[in-house]
């Protein structure tokens, strides 16, 4: 079991918190042409750092004009897939699709497409892939410091789930997501 972090807009984050479970997508878009893309295919995402889910955060609050925040709560991923700079997204993408197509012929379509909706494609293929192989997520070390989840049974993986703190992304201007973070916990500590 770890504990993990997504960033969301405040409203939704206690709707989640409510009912104890995600109802949206992970495929968003955002101001400025940002994109959370739904790489490995449909699933929660999430971080294992509260500064990495408090841009996330940000990018929500921003576009749904409200407050952000960071929740956490414990992942338990049985048979997650290991990725790692030795096996990667792109070498991930290359089994799942020779699995996908053991002859080769890809669809004519597959990329003609446009950028996202191929993202979408390969990655169902992907987590299609992942699932006949019986893994049931994800743990991705993107670099020595950031680690990404993906869980694909969230109504069983996700538990406890919790807002860590909020705030107001104009508040970014004067301190750092660890000093807003700060702050959240000492003047909530006793409630």
């Known amino acids: ?21 995600y109802e949206r997508e992970e495929r ?71 699995w996908k197509y053991p002859d080769g012929n890809l669809p004519d379509n597959m990329w003609q497409t446009e950028p996202m909706l191929r993202v979408e494609k390969t990655g169902a293929i992907m987590r299609e892939y992942l699932l006949h192989m019986k893994y049931d997520g994800i743990k991705y070390h993107v670099n020595n410091e950031f680690i990404y989840y993906i869980s694909y049974f969230p109504c069983t993986q996700i538990s406890d789930i919790r807002i860590d703190f909020i705030f107001d ?8 997501v660890q000093v807003l973070r700060e702050r959240y916990k000492l003047k909530n500590q006793y409630l």
Do not use: W
């Open 1 to 21: 079991m770890s504990t993990v972090y997504r960033g969301i807009a405040f409203n939704e984050a206690l709707h989640v918190v409510n009912k104890q479970q």
């Open 28 to 98: 968003r878009y955002f101001l400025d042409g940002v994109v959370a893309k739904a790489v490995f295919g449909e699933g929660i995402y999430l971080v294992h750092d509260t500064d990495m889910a408090a841009q996330y955060a940000f990018c929500h609050a921003e576009t749904e004009n409200d407050f952000a925040a960071v929740i956490s709560q414990q992942l338990t991923l049985d048979n997650p897939m290991i990725l790692h700079r030795d096996y990667n997204e792109a070498d991930l993408r290359k089994d799942a699709l020779e």
């Open 169 to 176: 992304i104009h508040d970014l201007k004067n301190a750092s």
